[in-house]
C-alpha cells in the first residue's frame, strides 16, 4: 500500500525534522478529518459520473484504464514526495474515482445490489475500527506494525503474480474462485485491509502529536482512501465469489 505509516520515510523522526521547517502551521486531526472529506467527495463525483456513463450505455473502458492509470501514477508521486499532497491528492481522487465507478457498475450489473452492500461493508467496518482504535481495545505495537506491513506485502505480491501468469494463461489456485477456500482467502484479504485502517489512525495521531506541516492532512487523508478504496473492492470481491454460489 502506498503511503502508509509504515513506510521507512514516515518516521516519528521525519515528523520532528518537518515541524522545524513548518513554524506555526502544523497537522491538526479536525484538518485531516476535512481533508479526508473533501477527497472523499471527489472521489465519488468521479465514481458516479462514470457509473452514469455506463448505465447510459457509453463505454467506459478507456475512462476505468484512464483513472487506474492517472491514479497509480499520482499516487506513487504523492508518496515519495508528500510535499504535492495538497495538489495532487484531489486529482488522484477524482482519477480513482472514475476507475472506481466503472469498475463497480460492472459488478452491479452482474450482482444486483452488490455496490450498496460493499459500501455499507467498508464504512461499518471503518467506523468500527475507529471506535476500536479511539478505546485503546487495540495497540499499535511495533509488532503489529511489521505484521500488518507484512501481510500487505505479502498479498500485493500475490496479486503482482497472478497479474503476471494471467499473461501467459496461468491463474493462481483458490485465488479468484469462489470455493470455500477462495472465499477464505478473501476473507483473510479484507481483514488485513481492514487492519491497515488502524494504521493510518495510528499515523494521523502520530503526525498531528508531533507537529507534522499543514500539508500532512493531505498526504493522511491520502492514506486513508487509499486503505478504504482497497477494503472497498475487496469487499465486492468477497460478495462477488459469495452471490456466485447462489
Same mark, same amino acid.
Given at each position: %500500500? ?11 523522526? *521525519? ?16 484538518? *485531516? ?19 452514469? %456513463? ?29 510535499? *504535492? ?40 467496518? $471503518? ?24 501481510? *500487505? ?27 470455500? =477456500? ?9 481483514? =488485513? ?9 495510528? $499515523? ?43
Amino acid at each position: %500500500m502506498i503511503g502508509r505509516s509504515g513506510n521507512p520515510t514516515l518516521s516519528d523522526n *521525519t515528523f520532528e525534522r518537518q515541524q522545524s521547517q513548518a513554524g506555526d502551521k502544523v497537522m491538526t486531526i479536525d484538518g *485531516t478529518v476535512h481533508r479526508t472529506m473533501i477527497t472523499l467527495v471527489l472521489l465519488l463525483a468521479g465514481a458516479f459520473s462514470s457509473w452514469k %456513463m455506463y448505465f447510459d450505455g457509453e463505454n467506459v473502458f478507456p475512462f476505468m484504464i484512464g483513472g487506474l492509470i492517472a491514479g497509480f501514477i499520482l499516487a506513487l508521486i504523492v508518496s515519495f514526495v508528500p510535499r *504535492t499532497a495538497p495538489f495532487l491528492v484531489p486529482l488522484y481522487a477524482v482519477s480513482e474515482g472514475l476507475f472506481l465507478g466503472a469498475l463497480s457498475a460492472n459488478y452491479e450489473y452482474v450482482y444486483d445490489g452488490i455496490t450498496l452492500q460493499a459500501a455499507l461493508l467498508t464504512m461499518g467496518v $471503518f467506523v468500527a475500527l475507529l471506535l476500536v482504535y479511539r478505546l485503546r481495545i487495540v495497540k499499535v505495537t511495533e509488532n503489529f506494525k511489521l505484521g500488518v506491513i507484512a501481510a *500487505t506485502g505479502g498479498i500485493a505480491l500475490v496479486y503482482l503474480l497472478s497479474l503476471v501468469l494471467g499473461f501467459f494463461g496461468v491463474s493462481i489456485p483458490y485465488l479468484h474462485e469462489s470455493s470455500p =477456500v477462495g472465499i477464505g482467502i478473501s476473507v483473510v484479504i479484507v481483514i =488485513v485491509a481492514a487492519l491497515n485502517l488502524v494504521l493510518d489512525f495510528d $499515523f494521523i495521531e502520530n503526525g498531528a502529536r508531533s507537529g507534522a506541516p499543514k500539508y500532512m492532512e493531505w498526504y493522511g487523508a491520502f492514506g486513508l482512501v487509499v486503505t478504504l478504496v482497497w477494503l472497498y473492492i475487496e469487499m465486492l470481491r468477497l460478495l462477488s465469489k459469495i452471490f456466485s454460489r447462489d
